[in-house]
């Protein structure tokens, strides 16, 4: 499935505990809700009704190939923080759940993307630049299912799994680790398009759901870190976000 990027000035604002919290501005600008009792970890929870829903369009990027294309047109956004995490539910239509990777073919996955601390100018929706790089969170089917013991690389490739690598070599099996998912979230920084390094460690968790032809994915972090390259997040600030 081809990538599609959200090319909008999308934006959240990260609401405080009170009820009259200010309304971010712009149509597509996305409320992070105050949850009193926790963040809701999981992407089947009921509660989730309760935050504030935009849906995005996506546009096909127009730089690599394969130009445009792709199936999936709209993405759903909602997002909570209870002031200490921050969780953000990602739903989209899908008719199939593709958690394999091949020769042609493409594992479903899901990013989303914040500039580093507080930027005055929004990155660039591109994958930012060199004065304004982003950190993108991108969850991925195949690493998911690698994570929860699911894997079907050995269904799609019966006589590679486990003659590629040397067990023997730590730095070999730590790298392959990276390749195929041990995790189901990963940690990008960019600084413009072509320039996608993977951080070394990740503070994100993810968890997924895929039921009657719908994938929903919760992406979730501490509100704040130590690290100065991390996005922030600040009750009754705001800051742009990117999506794919």
């Known amino acids: 499935k081809t990538i599609l990027i959200a090319v909008v000035s999308a934006g959240l604002l990260v609401s405080g505990p009170e009820a009259n919290a200010e309304e971010p ?3 597509e600008a996305l409320r992070v809700m105050f949850a009193r009792d926790g963040v ?3 992407p089947a929870d009921p509660a989730w009704s309760a935050a504030p829903e935009v849906t995005y369009t996506l546009q096909g990027q127009l730089i690599a190939a394969p130009v445009g294309g792709g199936s999936i047109s709209t993405l759903s956004v909602r997002a909570v923080h209870d002031g200490e995490e921050v969780a953000f539910r990602l739903a989209w239509s899908d008719p199939s759940a593709d958690r394999g990777v091949g ?12 500039p ?6 929004a990155p660039s929706p591109f994958m930012g630049d060199e004065e304004h790089p982003v950190v993108i969170w991108q969850w991925a089917a195949d690493f998911d299912a690698n994570a929860e013991g699911r894997s079907r690389f050995s269904d799609r490739y019966p006589h590679a799994e486990g003659v590629w690598i040397f067990p023997q070599d730590l730095s070999v099996r730590r790298q392959v680790r990276g390749w195929r998912g041990a995790d189901p979230v990963i940690e990008y920084v960019a600084r ?4 996608l390094l993977p951080r070394h460690a990740t503070n994100v968790e993810g968890t997924s759901d895929y039921k009657r032809g719908q994938w929903s994915v919760v992406l979730r972090r501490s509100l704040t870190t130590a690290n100065e390259e991390d996005p922030a997040f600040t009750p009754g600030q705001s800051t742009p976000f990117i999506l794919a």
Do not use: H, K, M
Not at 103 to 114: E, H, L, N, Q, S
Not at 116 to 121: D, K, N, S
Not at 192 to 195: A, I, K, R, Y
């Open 103 to 114: 020769v042609d073919t493409f594992r479903d996955a899901v990013a989303i993307g914040f």
């Open 40 to 42: 809701f970890p999981s």
């Open 192 to 195: 413009g398009f072509g320039t």
């Open 116 to 121: 580093v601390g507080r930027p005055e100018t």
């Open 25 to 27: 501005s712009g149509p």
